[in-house]
DNA sequence: ACTTTAAATGAGAATAAATGTCGTTGAGGA
DNA sequence: TCCTCAACGACATTTATTCTCATTTAAAGT
């Protein structure tokens, strides 16, 4: 039931914020770009705005239900907000992104920020991989 | 003597981009993007097309003598190549730049790579942090 | 030093990603 | 069901970057 989940976050449950909300859901790529999501949406025959895709989709970044992430492709990328914390490999040759956890590294960023005297708010880490 | 690192980096020494290696070396900030790299052209008066800038900042990430990276600002910064492996730590507050090395996550990275059948190519850590 | 020639440049048009504007529409409380 | 304001669609605009093409220039050959 998305309307909910919408409605929770603060968010009016309109037709669009739904469909985009079911296509992250459904979709087999967990990383779509705002263009994926809106020719999805044409594909399905939906009439909607590709300002309205960026606008809903940095408005569920704000509501912490999606993650946008800026891999070197020159675009964003957003995923649904697992709540589990988790970083990105990207394979050079498939573009395919795996993820992955680790707690050591985790533990150490922390400290480096600590050691030069400051907080560590956000970070950000991508492996770029290939094949062996 | 800059014409001399050109030639070994395989380009012709031309002015346009004997400026801009003298701007990357001499600026106060070790992370320029092409904008700043084509104001400071400007302020030393010379007559340089921002396509240029772009176009030259591209050659020299190809011939190993600057790197490219993508902060989370929406734009490319580049930062001469020191030949010494580092990643970079982010002030939200004051968007200060702080260069870090840390051979254990370096470790760490390529072994979760390789855990998952692949081969590290690159990588790129961010960390975004703020004054404590 | 002078000519030649292919590579590099400058100016401005073009593109891609993303955001802003504004008149219209629709979700949801009265 | 009606009303109101938030949300929307269409399209203009902005920002970062790349492309096009006529002109210039570095540097190899004479």
């Known amino acids: ?10 968010l009016k449950a309109t037709l669009p914020r739904i469909r985009i909300l079911q296509i992250l859901e459904d979709s087999k790529e967990r990383h779509m770009s ?20 960026y606008r809903v989709l940095t408005q569920f970044e704000s509501a912490g239900l999606v993650m946008r992430h800026n891999f070197d492709s ?33 533990k150490l960023q922390k400290a480096i920020a600590e050691e030069h005297g400051y907080e560590l708010i956000e970070h950000s880490l991508v492996l770029y991989v290939k094949p062996k």
């Open 1 to 10: 039931m998305e309307a909910q989940d919408l409605k929770k976050a603060g």
């Open 34 to 53: 705002a263009e994926d999501v809106y020719k999805t949406l044409l594909d399905l025959g939906e009439e909607v705005g590709l300002a309205t895709v």
């Open 74 to 106: 020159g675009h964003s990328v957003f995923e649904l907000d697992s709540g589990i914390h988790h970083d990105h490999m990207v394979c050079l040759s498939t573009g395919k992104v795996i993820e992955f956890q680790n707690e050591e590294i985790e």
